[in-house]
């Protein structure tokens, strides 16, 4: 049985949410098992801070694409990467980033 869930699929910079309650919320410690994005342009980018702002620790980078519409689905093996503060979001030529967690 697994427990991972679906990131509300962020459009612009921020920091990750879920769905609790109805609601949507901005996620705390979690640990990233996969992502799944789509560019709007050529050279795509995610970055993830392990921070509620667009600083500190870069803990997942991808950059992707020669043109819009690229998917690009990253899988992250084992317990997949911890976020400790919060995990926020900085795209660059990018559609969404949908972040499946737990």
Request: aromatic residues 8%; hydrophobic residues 40%.
């Amino acid at each position: 049985m697994s427990d991972v869930k679906a990131s509300i699929a962020l459009t612009s910079d921020g920091r990750l949410q879920g769905s609790i309650g109805g609601s949507s919320t901005n996620l705390a410690q979690i640990r990233i098992k996969s992502i799944q994005c789509q560019s709007s342009a050529a050279d795509g980018e995610v970055k993830i801070y392990d921070n509620t702002a667009a600083s500190g620790v870069i803990k997942i980078h991808l950059k992707w694409g020669t043109a819009a519409n690229e998917p690009l689905t990253m899988n992250f093996d084992g317990d997949g990467v911890r976020f400790e503060t919060a995990a926020y979001v900085d795209v660059t030529n990018c559609d969404f980033v949908v972040a499946y967690y737990n």
